[in-house]
């Protein structure tokens, strides 16, 4: 099983971009799967969750309001909808996906253990 995110780019402050991550391999069915984020300098960060099964819904209180975690019908498609972006929100963002997180640990990201490459999102004030 594979993870790849893409969907990153150069945008304006209050602008929007929407990250995709696909799934590739076998049959594939998480317990959850996250965004996370990481700043020059910064530790990674949780930015969103889901609960594979019931579609639970997890957010940084940052992200809260302006930013949506969702996935597609055929589930091996995992996105985030970013709107009105600050310039603190530039990072490299990554997803992954766990097997085992329990809803406690959602956050953090020792609990994922498989994580695509990331995402540059880079926003301009």
């Known amino acids: 099983v594979q993870l790849q995110a893409f969907g990153g780019g150069l945008v304006q402050a209050g602008g929007s971009l929407r990250l995709s991550c696909t799934v590739s391999?076998?049959?594939?069915?998480?317990?959850?799967m996250g965004w996370f984020r990481q700043a020059p300098g910064e530790a990674r960060e949780f930015v969103a969750a889901m609960k594979w099964r019931g579609g639970h819904t997890y957010y940084a209180d940052s992200v809260k309001g302006r930013i949506t975690i969702s996935r597609d019908d055929a589930k091996t498609t995992l996105y985030l909808q970013m709107d009105n972006l600050k310039p603190e929100d530039t990072a490299l963002y990554y997803c992954?996906?766990?097997?085992?997180?329990?809803?406690?640990?959602?956050?953090?990201?020792?609990?994922?253990?498989?994580w695509g490459q990331g995402t540059q999102v880079t926003v301009s004030s």
């Open positions: 992954a996906s766990s097997n085992g997180a329990i809803t406690s640990a959602i956050r953090l990201s020792q609990s994922y253990d498989r």
């Open positions: 391999g076998r049959t594939f069915s998480p317990n959850a």
